[in-house]
């Protein structure tokens, strides 16, 4: 049997180019039994794709990736980490209503944002999406492009003005653990944007998350496997501390045949016994 417990589709994770439906019978052409589908910062379409997991004989674990920041850790401020819950209640009422809120103040943002470009001059209206404000203000010519408009509002002189809101990594932990779940660092070396990660900082980053509970590391994961030496770390740091260990592929797209990230493709390069995986996620 295998699992992958990493998976986004569209429309719930808007960078994805898959359906769950197509997500669902990719993995199963390579093999996969189990999955957990973790769209950013929403557990929206659970219910929809739990649906299409039942009609087709695929097995689904609940999941979600949230950005977080963690506090009060030196010079990490900038960062914005992804945290993956799982195995909570679909219909938990606390959890939801987090998220809604979360989602609140990211849209806040925004609208000031448009509200105060308005008040300098822009021809935009009021709006509380960023894709809808680039958009706009590409429209109306004052950037080439999207790239160019996204690089406008990441500027330093925006973000001091309307600095980004941050979920603490702490607050998430614990309504996924009220809601039954789980809580897993998903790929340690790649922040939120691309961001690199290096291995002191995650030791430190590590040492932070487990002091707010955190339970489990994405060891396998397509970019932690490509950097040398990084899976035999995230390994010695999960037995040290007693996490958990998982794997994901984090497909956003259909892969080709034969090139699916699951265990079968590359086990044989890491001593790792992935039946603990397997058990771990049967309990
Ligand atoms: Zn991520
Ligand atoms: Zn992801």
């Known amino acids: 049997m295998d699992f992958d417990f990493h998976i986004h589709c569209a429309p719930?994770?808007?960078?994805?180019?898959?359906?769950?439906?197509?997500?669902?019978?990719c993995a199963r052409r390579a093999g996969v039994e189990t999955v957990a589908f973790c769209n950013h910062n929403t557990v929206s379409g659970l219910n929809q794709i739990k649906e299409i997991c039942d009609k087709k004989g695929m097995r689904l674990v609940s999941g979600i990736e949230m950005s977080v920041s963690l506090?009060?850790?030196t010079g990490a401020d900038d960062l914005v980490l992804h945290l993956l819950g799982y195995g909570f209640r679909m219909d938990d009422k606390r959890l939801a209503d987090?998220?809604?809120?979360?989602k609140q103040k990211h849209r806040d943002r925004i609208r000031a944002m448009s509200e105060f470009l308005m008040q300098s001059g822009y021809r935009i209206s009021v709006c509380s999406d960023k894709k809808e404000?680039?958009?706009?203000?590409?429209?109306?010519?004052?950037f080439q492009d999207e790239k160019d408009a996204k690089r406008f509002l990441n500027s330093k002189e925006m973000q001091s003005k309307f600095p980004l809101h941050k979920t603490e990594a702490k607050t998430f932990i614990d309504v996924v653990h009220q809601a039954g779940g789980i809580v897993v660092w998903?790929?340690?070396?790649?922040?939120?944007?691309?961001?690199?990660?290096?291995?002191?900082?995650?030791?430190?980053?590590c040492d932070?998350?487990?002091g707010d509970g955190l339970d489990g590391i994405e060891v396998f994961h397509p970019n932690v496997i490509q950097e040398a030496?990084?899976?035999e770390f995230l390994l010695s740091e999960a037995e040290k501390r007693g996490l958990k260990v998982t794997l994901g592929s984090d497909s956003?797209?259909?892969?080709?045949?034969?090139?699916?990230?699951?265990?079968?493709?590359?086990?044989?390069?890491?001593?790792?016994?992935?039946?603990?995986?397997?058990?771990?996620?049967?309990?």
């Open 12 to 25: 719930y994770s808007t960078c994805a180019l898959q359906t769950a439906e197509e997500a669902i019978d």
């Open 71 to 73: 506090k009060d850790v």
């Open 98 to 102: 987090f998220l809604i809120i979360e």
């Open 133 to 142: 404000l680039r958009r706009q203000l590409c429209v109306q010519e004052y």
């Open 186 to 205: 998903a790929h340690p070396n790649s922040a939120e944007n691309h961001k690199k990660v290096n291995i002191d900082q995650i030791g430190q980053f």
């Open 208 to 210: 932070v998350l487990c």
């Open 229 to 231: 030496g990084l899976p």
């Open 252 to 283: 956003h797209t259909v892969s080709k045949e034969g090139e699916y990230f699951t265990q079968q493709n590359w086990q044989k390069e890491f001593d790792y016994d992935y039946q603990k995986i397997k058990q771990f996620w049967e309990e």
